[in-house]
T-cell receptor, first 115, second 110 residues
Framework: NAGVTQTPKFRVLKTGQSMTLLCAQD?????MYWYRQDPGMGLRLIHY???????AKGEVPDGYNVSRLKKQNFLLGLESAAPSQTSVYFC??????????????FGSGTQLSVL | GDSVTQMEGPVTLSEEAFLTINCTYT??????LFWYVQYPGEGLQLLLK?????DKGSNKGFEATYRKETTSFHLEKGSVQVSDSAVYFC?????????FGAGTTVTVRA
């Protein structure tokens, strides 16, 4: 049972570099989410998608872009990394949206450090 | 907007002690409420949920009751174990997404 898989698990970037985080789910879920987790701030929603080909902004979208070209994949891009983007990134998916059941399945996270 | 506020940690307990983590919410409608748990080095996983007022969610000895009159969803466990050491997040549903509290770190000592 793969569930939600995030790659890579760890990454160190220099300021100004770009990278893409990949999230893949094998549960045929419609909804996918990217969160960042920072000490004392819990999880904050970056972007989300309610279906293939759709994306929407969350609470903290600046500096990030996303794409959902295939239902099973949700990519998070950083075009020009900044130290403020040092965080742990979690991808999640759900069969139903927040108001429809709310059970999210999370990946194990990506630890990103921007120097 | 809709949000949750949960008690700050960290919380340190001895085994078999009683645990309470407070959570209050602000919402314009009637959200569903959740507790998620994050064990060290892992992603979050759903612990329990309640979808309407007076509902009680329960799982693994944990309980929480949806109190509309006090806009609260406090998490309780009567006798904690070392294996309950984790970060606990209160969350509510709004539109298609969940909004999470800041998390409460719980450490249980043998």
């Amino acid at each position: 049972n793969a569930g939600v898989t995030q790659t890579p698990k760890f990454r160190v970037l220099k300021t100004g570099q770009s990278m893409t985080l990949l999230c893949a789910q094998d549960m045929n879920h419609e909804y996918m989410y990217w969160y960042r987790q920072d000490p004392g701030m819990g999880l904050r929603l970056i972007h989300y998608s309610v279906g293939e080909g759709t994306t929407a902004k969350g609470e903290v979208p600046d500096g990030y872009n996303v794409s959902r070209l295939k239902k099973q994949n949700f990519l998070l891009g950083l075009e020009s990394a900044a130290p403020s983007q040092t965080s742990v990134y979690f991808c999640a998916s759900s069969l139903l949206g927040g108001t429809g059941g709310g059970k999210l399945f999370f990946g194990s996270g990506t630890q990103l450090s921007v120097l | 907007g809709d949000s949750v506020t949960q008690m700050e940690g960290p919380v340190t307990l001895s085994e078999e002690a009683f645990l309470t983590i407070n959570c209050t919410y602000t919402a314009t409608g009637y959200p569903s409420l959740f507790w998620y748990v994050q064990y060290p080095g892992e992603g979050l996983q759903l612990l329990l949920k309640a979808t309407k007022a007076d509902d009680k969610g329960s799982n693994k000895g944990f309980e929480a009751t949806y109190r509309k009159e006090t806009t609260s969803f406090h998490l309780e466990k009567g006798s904690v174990q070392v294996s309950d050491s984790a970060v606990y997040f209160c969350a509510l549903s709004a539109d298609y997404k969940l909004s999470f509290g800041a998390g409460t770190t719980v450490t249980v000592r043998a």
